[in-house]
């Protein structure tokens, strides 16, 4: 069975400094790796995802993730923090074949100080 | 981008009753459509997936008769939670992958909000 592991609960950074969330997956195969994110009371935004290819892939808002196969992570980052980019991060993975549905990580609340 | 669209955002109704949550592919077709849950600061949870014409699959320990699943159409699927209780509140969100393009990547719908008092 497929596993998504974010080992960091909450992370609280200044505006302006750099960023990094942690992810790492257990799957049998290369699977379909995606990263998203929810404010308060809403629902899910895609920021990014990884298909195949650049193992570095540009999302919106700025953020980028970079798929590393030994290590078997997708982790997320942002080079200078956004008041706006407080919220909770998901890490996804779905199959490439056969079952559909996406596996969530556990999240990662981000609080951006002033 | 591909739109799925849930209704309502937000109900509440009281212990004992039934809620129906709609979740709408807008502009595109989806035989198949997922319902997740989620309670509050933790992560989304697939409850069962939802198969034009067919029967839901439902995830182990998903009580199948308290949410019934029915997918009438390429484009609507619904969630009835029955006989709601407060442990039922929780925030349901459904996603859809585009039918016959399988990219790996599902829309998902804004979210719905239940309140049980």
Redesign the interface.
Known sequence: AQSVTQPDIHITVSEGASLELRCYYSYGAT??L?W?VQSP????Q?LL?Y?SGDTLVQGIKGFEAEFKRSQSSFNLRKPSVHWSDAAEY?CAV???TG?????????T?LQVQP | GAVVSQHPSRVICKSGTSVKIECRSLDFQAT?M?WYRQFP??????MA?SNEGSKATYEQGVEKDKFLINHASLTLSTLTVTSAHPEDSSFY?C?A?VRDR?????F????S?LTVL
């Open positions: 699977p379909y995606f998203y009371g809403q629902g899910l895609l995802k298909f998901f779905g199959a490439r079952r559909r549905a996406l596996t969530f990580g556990s999240g609340r | 198949t997922f600061k933790q992560s989304l949870m697939l997936t969100i996603s992958p399988y990219t790996g990547e599902l998902f719908g804004e979210g909000r």
